[in-house]
């Protein structure tokens, strides 16, 4: 691990945070905007949430129906 500073990339607020030594500066940007306040980035996470989610629902519904094709 390691200490970075990195800073959201809706409002530019930035943040110390340990990330993995193989982090970019990307992975570092998107880090820090997941962990900022700011109201877009909120809404992104929110999305991003809900997408997994329902991502997740959908491999369960179809898990025995041969969702290989749909990797």
Avoid: R, W
């Avoid at 530019?12 to 880090?31: F, K, L, R």
């Avoid at 491999?59 to 749909?70: S, Y």
């Amino acid at each position: 691990m390691k200490q970075v500073t990195g800073s959201c990339k809706f409002c530019g607020q930035t943040i110390v945070m340990n990330v993995p030594e193989s982090y970019t500066e990307e992975d570092i940007i998107a880090e820090a905007t997941k962990k900022c306040l700011c109201e877009e980035a909120q809404a992104e996470n929110h999305i991003s949430d809900m997408i997994a989610c329902t991502e997740s629902q959908i491999k369960e519904l179809f898990k025995d129906k041969g969702m290989e094709q749909f990797k």
